[in-house]
């Protein structure tokens, strides 16, 4: 009984919740809402926020897990995914790592950024396995939206970040 609520109480569990209630509104109410026709990346946001706040191996690890867990969605080959945004997890985690403290404007500006490269990660990714058609000259439009989303939308998920992956020990 107490390895399940061990278990039950971990951080990995509860980012797989929050993941499936990410991904249900990135996949419903994300696509109709298109600031300049460009849906939000809300699954991208949360990577790069768990990446800036946590570091590049639990940014690295989120990413994958959340790329997994979108893969089953989409057509793609699965694992396209979860190396786009396991490699923006750990940009972001890294971009932050030469800050000793850094202040709440340079998490804006790293997560501004890296959302504006991981938008350019998975087409990339998709051209190198040989799926034509994907980079092209709209993808500047489109990191650049998904950036400037990211950044408007990063104060609600950095408090959503910071609840889910936040270690607790099972008081027994």
Not at 111 to 138: C, F, H, K, M, N
Request: aromatic share 10%; with cysteine.
């Amino acid at each position: 009984m107490i390895r399940f609520l061990t278990i039950m109480s971990s951080r990995w569990t509860r980012l797989v919740l929050v993941l499936l209630i990410v991904i249900s509104l990135q996949t419903t109410l994300f696509t109709e809402m298109r600031p300049f026709g460009v849906a939000a990346q809300l699954v991208l946001l949360f990577v790069v926020v768990s990446g800036s706040i946590n570091g590049s191996v639990i940014g690295a690890l989120t990413g994958l897990i959340a790329g997994l867990m979108y893969d089953l969605i989409l057509p793609t080959p699965v694992g396209l995914t979860s190396l786009a945004l396991g490699l923006a997890g750990a940009t972001a985690g890294l971009l932050i790592y030469f800050f000793h403290d850094p202040n709440w404007w340079m998490r804006l500006v790293a997560i501004g950024l890296v959302s504006l490269l991981g938008e350019v990660y998975y087409p990339l990714a998709q051209t190198i396995v040989g799926l034509d058609g994907w980079l092209q000259w709209r993808i500047v439009k489109v990191a650049i939206v998904v950036a400037v989303c990211n950044v408007i939308l990063s104060p609600l998920a950095i408090l959503v970040c910071r609840w889910t992956l936040a270690e607790r020990k099972l008081q027994v």
